[in-house]
């Protein structure tokens, strides 16, 4: 281990990559076994909320604490400093356990109460796991397989939790902290890792520009001074995470639609497909050296993630393709699109601009909107198309998704060349290495 840590001071080897991926991978992965486990159960003897369906409100409930926590992250992650990191990982994790076991005993719609208190501190755990990584030259490869925990881990998670009601006899209450207990002493031993990742060298902090924390007043003249191309980024953002989230959230209820219900294997599948081309695809873009022309690739990806939605959609109902590989098509759309806003995107603008920033405070600012959003379609898919279908609603979603955030995208890219040409021409296009 001695020399293993020895060799993480040489940012640009391989050793690097592999310790800080490794280590920043399984403190995320780690993180989704209190978060996402509950979502595996049905929930069908219990009463309804409000006229919705009892896991549908456990979603909302979880969602709301963890939208809270993305508003209150833009102002923590962007200010916390690199000591107290660690301690608020496993601090922040280890209090959304105690909800899960508050989830557990609390009798009736408490349980709402307890799972809003889950998301709360779960949402601020990206930002603090990709401050480890951002401002360096392999920032791309490691926020990609960073990002692959999410795509993995979900599926994952659900597993676990399945198998302890089905062989151990866990009750649907209990699952979600017993499985939160079984991935504890793994997340203490990835952030003791996450930990001991060297800062970025003299060389990364020239190519991708010094992160800083920032002052209430830093973030408000970033913001007004990107405020066009952040706001397409932000609303694009903000359509992909509602589509992330209704399809990871009611995946089994798809599947069944679709006519795989009793294929438990799909989910694996899909997770395999949609994490090795997520993971090639961005992952390459470390090799361009031009912030600029990086910056626009990363949009380009994210345009193409949206068009795939359409088309895959397209093809789908059409009779071109099947079920199955329409939900493959449709995943890789999403997560094509959707990584990069949690790593890559912000991280090149950051290396393009001179501003005094962190890519934790631009992230959050997406995240914040974003998990709003996801609050907002949630809604109203359960008080205003009760009688649509899971399916059908996803297709309906996917088609707008499509053409709203590729009109998005190409309007941002547009707004950063023109704003890049006029005032960093001279000084930030560099020819490629």
């Known amino acids: 281990m001695v020399s293993l840590t020895k060799n993480t001071k040489r940012s640009n080897t391989f050793w690097f990559i592999l310790y800080a991926s490794s280590a920043a991978f399984s403190t995320y992965f780690c993180m989704y076994a209190f978060r996402k486990?509950?979502?595996?159960?049905?929930?069908?003897?219990?009463?309804?909320?409000?006229?919705?369906d009892f896991k549908s409100a456990l979603i909302i409930a979880q969602v709301l604490g963890y939208a809270l926590s993305k508003f209150v992250g833009i102002k923590v992650?962007?200010?916390m400093t690199a000591n107290y990191r660690s301690v608020a990982i496993l601090t922040l994790v280890m209090a959304a356990q105690c909800s899960l076991m508050a989830f557990a005993v609390a009798p009736g719609n408490w349980k709402l109460v307890a799972l809003f208190f889950n998301g709360l501190p779960l949402g601020i755990i990206w930002g603090l796991?990709?401050?480890?990584?951002?401002?360096?030259?392999?920032?791309e490869v490691l926020g990609a397989i960073l990002s692959i925990s999410f795509i993995v881990s979900s599926g994952v998670v659900k597993t676990v939790g399945k198998y302890l009601m089905l062989d151990l006899q866990v009750s649907e209450y209990w699952m979600p902290a017993a499985t939160g207990a079984i991935f504890t002493i793994p997340l203490f031993i990835s952030v003791y890792f996450l930990s001991r990742i060297p800062p970025p060298t003299h060389q990364d902090k020239e190519e991708r520009h010094k992160r800083e924390p920032m002052?209430?007043?830093?973030?408000?003249?970033?913001?007004?001074?990107?405020?066009?191309g952040l706001g397409c980024m932000v609303v694009s953002y903000i359509l992909l995470t509602a589509m992330r989230d209704f399809s990871?959230?009611?995946?089994?209820?798809?599947?069944?639609e679709l006519g795989y219900g009793d294929r438990p294997a799909i989910f694996s599948s899909v997770a395999l497909y949609t994490s090795l081309t997520v993971l090639l695809l961005l992952s390459s873009i470390m090799w361009i050296k031009n912030n600029f022309r990086a910056f626009m690739v990363n949009h380009l990806m994210v345009i193409g993630g949206f068009l795939l939605l359409g088309v895959?959609?397209?093809?789908?109902?059409?009779?071109?393709?099947?079920?199955?590989?329409?939900?493959?098509?449709?995943?890789?759309?999403?997560?094509?699109?959707?990584?990069p806003f949690n790593c890559l995107i912000f991280d090149r603008m950051l290396s393009m601009i001179n501003d005094k920033a962190n890519a934790g405070f631009l992230i959050y600012i997406a995240d914040a909107m974003g998990y709003a959003g996801t609050v907002g379609i949630l809604l109203y898919r359960n008080f205003f198309e009760i009688k649509l279908s899971?399916?059908?609603f996803l297709l309906e979603s996917a088609y707008f998704t499509a053409l709203l955030g590729s009109v998005l995208m190409v309007c941002s890219a547009w707004f950063f060349r023109q704003r890049f040409y006029k005032e960093h021409s001279k000084t930030l296009i560099k020819s490629s290495a």
Do not use: H
């Open 215 to 228: 002052t209430s007043e830093d973030r408000i003249q970033l913001v007004r001074k990107y405020s066009i």
């Open 248 to 256: 990871d959230n009611f995946a089994a209820e798809i599947w069944i």
């Open 129 to 139: 796991v990709f401050s480890y990584l951002e401002g360096r030259r392999t920032t």
């Open 77 to 79: 992650v962007s200010e």
């Open 390 to 392: 899971w399916l059908n």
């Open 37 to 52: 486990p509950f979502a595996v159960a049905s929930y069908e003897q219990a009463q309804f909320v409000a006229g919705i």
């Open 312 to 339: 895959s959609s397209l093809f789908y109902q059409s009779g071109g393709i099947s079920g199955s590989s329409w939900m493959i098509a449709l995943t890789i759309g999403i997560y094509l699109a959707y990584v």
